[in-house]
C-alpha cells in the first residue's frame, strides 16, 4: 500500500512541506485546477505540477480528478468533443507518467453535507449529513455551494442543467456512463492508465438527481460495463459505507481480487439515523466502520496501489479547506500506518 495524500495546489493552506513531514507519505494526489471543465490538460501544465511536487521528495501519484463535463453526463450531442479532449488528457498525463486517474460520475453535484462545521462535543467540528436538511436546500437559491461542487455555473445555468435532468432516468445516466467509457477506456488501457471511479457521495439520489454508483450491484455492473483491467474504482470507505447494505471490507475483497481497486479512500462515518452520518476521526471506535477490518482486507489482498486518508475533522483551532485540513487527516495516516505495521509484523 502506498500512502498518499491529498492536496489542492498553491492555493492550498497544508503545503507540501507540511505533507512530506507526516511520517510514511510516499505520493501526492492532485489536480490541475485552473483549466476548465472539458479543456486538454496540457503535457507542460502536468510537468510544472510534476515538478513541483518531486521538488519536495513527493511522487505524484493519483489526479484527483480529470473532472467529466456535464454534457458527457447527460448525453448531448456535444459530448464527442469533450471525450475526445478526455482521452488527450489522459494521454499527456501517461506521457508524464502518471498512471491513475480518478474521477466521478454524479450529476452537477459532487460530494454533499448538510453542515460543514458541526460541533461534536469535543469541540472538533465535522461534515455532517442530515437528510431532511438536505430534503430542505435549494441549490438554486441563495449562495448554498459546497467544496467539491462546480462553482463556475451562474444560478441559471444551473437551472437550465438541473431542468435537463429531469427527464434523465438512472437507465439514461447508465448509458451515458458506458459511452464515456467506451470513448476513454480504450485509450488509458493503450497508455497504461487506470482509471478509478468514485462512489456517489452520499450513495442515494440528492436534489432529485440520479446516482447510480452506489452499492455492489452497481459496482459490478459499472466494471462489466467495459470489461478492462484499467476500467476500475476508487474503494472510498466513507461515501460507501453510510448505507448499511455495503460491507467495506466485504466489497475490498470481492472488487480487489478482480484487480479492479486502483485507490483507495480509508476514512470512518457514524451513521446518526436513517440516511445521516457524522464524519468522526479515522479510530474503529469512533464510528461506525471498523476501520480495523477495512485495512487487513487491503493488507490480505496484497493490495499495492495508493491509498489516502480521507476527510478529517477540524481540529486544535484549524480553519481551511472543509474535510481537508492538515491535523485530523495526518492523525488517521499514522493510525492507518499502525494498523498496517502490526498486521505485517504480526504475520511473520
Ligand atoms: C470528496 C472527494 C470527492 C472526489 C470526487 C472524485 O472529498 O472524495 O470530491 O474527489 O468525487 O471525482
Redesign the pocket.
Known amino acids: 500500500m502506498k500512502m498518499t495524500f491529498r492536496w489542492y495546489g498553491d492555493d492550498d493552506k497544508v503545503t507540501l512541506e507540511n505533507i512530506r513531514q507526516i511520517p510514511g507519505m510516499k505520493g501526492i494526489v492532485s489536480a490541475i485546477y485552473d483549466v476548465p471543465v472539458g479543456e486538454v490538460w496540457s503535457l507542460e501544465k502536468i510537468m510544472a505540477l510534476k515538478n513541483k511536487i518531486e521538488s519536495y521528495g513527493l511522487e505524484l501519484s493519483v489526479i ?2 480529470v ?1 467529466v463535463h456535464e454534457d458527457i453526463k447527460m448525453g448531448l450531442p456535444t459530448r464527442d468533443r469533450y471525450i475526445e479532449n478526455y482521452a488527450q488528457t489522459l494521454r499527456n498525463l501517461a506521457k508524464a507518467g502518471v498512471y491513475v486517474v ?3 460520475f ?1 450529476p452537477v453535484f ?2 454533499t453535507r448538510s453542515n460543514l462545521d458541526y460541533e461534536l462535543p469535543d469541540g472538533s467540528k465535522a461534515l455532517i449529513y442530515d437528510e431532511p436538511t438536505v430534503q430542505k436546500m435549494n441549490p438554486l437559491v441563495g449562495d448554498l455551494s459546497l ?2 461542487w462546480d462553482a463556475s455555473y451562474t444560478k441559471d445555468e444551473m437551472k437550465a442543467i438541473l431542468e435537463k435532468y429531469q427527464s434523465i432516468s438512472e437507465e439514461d445516466l447508465w448509458s451515458n456512463l458506458e459511452y464515456f467509457l467506451k470513448g476513454v477506456i480504450p485509450v488509458a488501457e493503450e497508455v497504461g492508465i487506470k482509471m478509478a471511479i ?1 462512489p456517489d ?1 452520499p450513495p442515494w439520489s440528492i436534489f432529485g438527481l440520479p446516482r447510480i454508483i452506489t452499492n455492489k450491484e452497481n459496482l459490478e455492473r459499472f466494471i462489466n460495463l467495459v470489461d478492462s483491467p484499467s476500467n476500475g474504482i ?1 474503494l ?1 470507505s466513507g ?1 460507501l459505507g453510510v448505507s448499511r447494505e455495503n460491507d467495506i471490507p466485504e466489497l475490498i475483497r470481492y472488487f480487489g481480487k478482480k484487480g479492479r481497486i486502483h485507490f483507495a ?1 480509508i476514512r470512518n462515518i457514524k451513521i446518526t439515523g436513517e440516511k445521516c452520518f457524522e464524519e468522526s476521526s479515522h479510530r474503529s471506535e469512533d464510528g461506525s466502520l471498523d476501520v480495523y477490518e477495512i485495512v487487513k482486507a487491503y493488507y490480505d489482498i496484497g493490495f499495492d496501489g495508493p491509498f489516502r486518508p ?2 478529517g475533522r477540524m481540529i486544535w483551532g484549524e480553519t481551511g479547506r472543509p ?2 485540513g492538515l491535523y485530523d487527516r495526518a492523525l488517521g495516516a499514522v493510525y492507518i500506518n499502525g494498523i498496517y505495521e502490526a498486521l505485517v509484523r504480526s504475520s511473520k
Do not use: L, Q
Open positions: 484527483e480528478s473532472p480518478c474521477y466521478n454524479m459532487d460530494w467544496p467539491g468514485h457521495d476508487t472510498c461515501s479512500h480521507d476527510h474535510g481537508y
